[in-house]
């Protein structure tokens, strides 16, 4: 079955039933396939071309999903652009990945109109009025066809690019298709959530990353999902108590910032399972969480170019042996993973070596990257993720690190050499070093060690605003340390552990 099917099938079987809820209001299976039907119209009569790159610069809305599906039933390849990103990734998404025009929430104006000014020729479009002077797809959407689109939908046509700095500090997009995302769907079904026909699942998280990926599962299903705007602990348990939420997902930090900031009462909530991914989850934060909402977590471990579920560490798992706690799980049902050795050789258990997965879920290659791909797919559907890890006997699979210096802070991926690139780029910094340093709300803290150039000064408040304008909020440094030389190699290059020591 490819993604538009899905979409179809949902729509077709439940109709009548609210699919989407939010603080906007409520819109039934019927609204979303209708409106997702008239944008697809409208998208094509204002000369979108099958296969376009188009850009979509959205947070959670109460639109959002109709918007994706709407892109997926006009044949479009959906570049999402975080709004939490700097204009400078933006930019450099918007252009790497030959996008010529934009979708934007008008909350977003002010950010769409600076990639207008950066970017020649890049077309902008609002889903909703606006004071930039922009189209309104919403007000042309009403006056388009609600037929369904009937297209040549292909298993390989590329719907997402999906932007990632993954393990090479550069950013580049992982092309999800109509097939691998249905993959993705169906590995979720299998292996994470089972839901029923009036189960409701929260949304706090950008729609675009994992928690996106459980819309569909419950669109089959007959269930609903509540959409928030953001995520903020309070407002957070009220949705889960007023919406009667019974499936959540969440990262680490999240879960911290609820049990530090909210009441979380079981009692008061009518939650079946909370599902948490993205970074390793400290043993005193699920022991607390478990002990507050009972044995109802389930961890995956997956990566953008493989999502969701690589393996999972099922709710019984985290009851059965406090060891297993720090491991990532067995292997989904769907998927062949493997622990291999310098050779390629399959590694038995307990040997440390680089893990691979073959699945129908894995992503059909990076975007505009033959080089990169050659070196990540050992064969068609299967991938290096470039971590390191072993299996045990039993066959839980334990990661032991990434083989890049990758910093995991508050369920995003920060790579060392792009927070490097920023802070060298002021004027006073000879030299930088970033690493990583436990953390106990964030998981890890993004840690920089600066040296001045002779005769110049910075303060520490300084550089971290001046990487601000360059930076995503999450990737500027929780500290910046100025100090001497750095430690470093025979061949000049700073040897980041010998600064992971220091933290």
């Known amino acids: 079955m490819l993604t538009v099917e899905m979409i179809e099938a949902g729509a077709r079987r439940y109709g009548r039933r609210i699919a989407v809820s939010s603080p906007q209001g409520t819109m039934t299976y019927a609204d979303v396939d209708e409106l997702s039907s008239r944008l697809a119209n409208t998208f094509s009569g204002l000369g979108f071309e099958q296969l376009e790159r188009v850009g979509l610069l959205f947070g959670n809305h109460l639109n959002t999903i109709a918007l994706d599906f709407a892109s997926v039933k006009a044949r479009l390849t959906r570049v999402p652009l975080n709004a939490r990103l700097a204009a400078a990734e933006h930019i450099s998404m918007v252009t790497g990945a030959r996008v010529r025009r934009v979708v934007f929430q008008p909350e977003l104006a002010e950010r769409a109109l600076e990639l207008e000014a950066a970017i020649d020729g890049l077309a902008l479009y609002s889903l909703g009025p606006n ?17 369904r689109p009937r297209l040549a939908y292909a298993p390989d046509d590329p719907i997402l690019a999906l932007y990632t700095s993954g393990t090479t500090g550069t950013l580049k997009a992982a092309l999800h298709t109509q097939a691998s995302y249905a993959g993705v769907v169906a590995n979720i ?17 950008p729609l675009i990353h994992a928690s996106g990926t459980f819309v569909l599962p419950f669109w089959l299903r007959g269930g609903r999902a509540h959409v928030l705007p953001g995520f903020d602990p309070g407002e957070y348990m009220r949705a889960c108590e007023s919406e009667a939420i019974t499936h959540a997902s969440l990262v680490p930090t999240m879960l911290q910032m609820l049990l530090a900031n909210a009441r979380v009462d079981a009692d008061s909530l009518a939650l079946k399972s909370v599902i948490y991914g993205a970074s390793p989850m400290p043993a005193a934060t699920i022991a607390e969480a478990m002990e507050a909402l009972g044995p109802i977590f389930t961890q995956y471990y997956g990566q953008t170019e493989a999502p969701l579920a690589i393996s999972v560490l099922a709710a019984e798992d985290h009851l059965a042996a406090a ?11 769907d998927a062949r993973v493997q622990v291999l050795g310098k050779e390629g050789e399959e590694l038995p258990s307990g040997e440390i070596g680089e893990i691979t997965v073959e699945a129908p879920f894995v992503m ?33 699979l334990y990661l032991v690190d990434r083989s890049s210096d990758m ?13 490097e690139d920023a802070l060298l780029a ?12 436990p953390d106990p709300k964030w998981v890890e803290a993004v840690v920089a060690f600066v040296t001045l150039r002779p005769g110049h000064e910075a303060s520490e408040d300084e550089l971290r605003e001046f990487a601000r304008q360059r930076l995503a909020g999450y990737k500027v440094p929780k500290e910046i340390r100025i100090s001497g030389p750095l430690p470093k190699s025979a061949v000049g290059k700073v040897l980041r552990r010998a600064l992971r020591d220091q933290v």
Do not use: W
């Open 131 to 147: 004071q930039a002077g922009k189209p309104d797809l919403l007000d042309l959407a009403h006056q388009a066809s609600a037929t």
């Open 189 to 205: 079904m299998a292996n994470l959530v089972f839901p029923a026909r009036n189960d409701v699942m929260v949304h706090a998280a």
């Open 323 to 333: 060891e297993l706690l720090n491991s990532a799980g067995s292997p989904a049902v």
């Open 364 to 396: 059909a290659g990076y975007l505009d990257a033959p080089e990169l791909n050659a070196k990540t797919f050992l064969a068609p559907g299967k991938v290096r993720t470039r971590d390191l890890g072993y299996f045990d006997e039993r066959g839980y």
């Open 407 to 419: 910093i995991v802070t508050g369920g995003y991926n920060v790579y060392p050499r792009e927070v």
């Open 426 to 437: 002021h004027p006073a910094v000879a030299e930088c070093g970033v690493v990583g340093r």
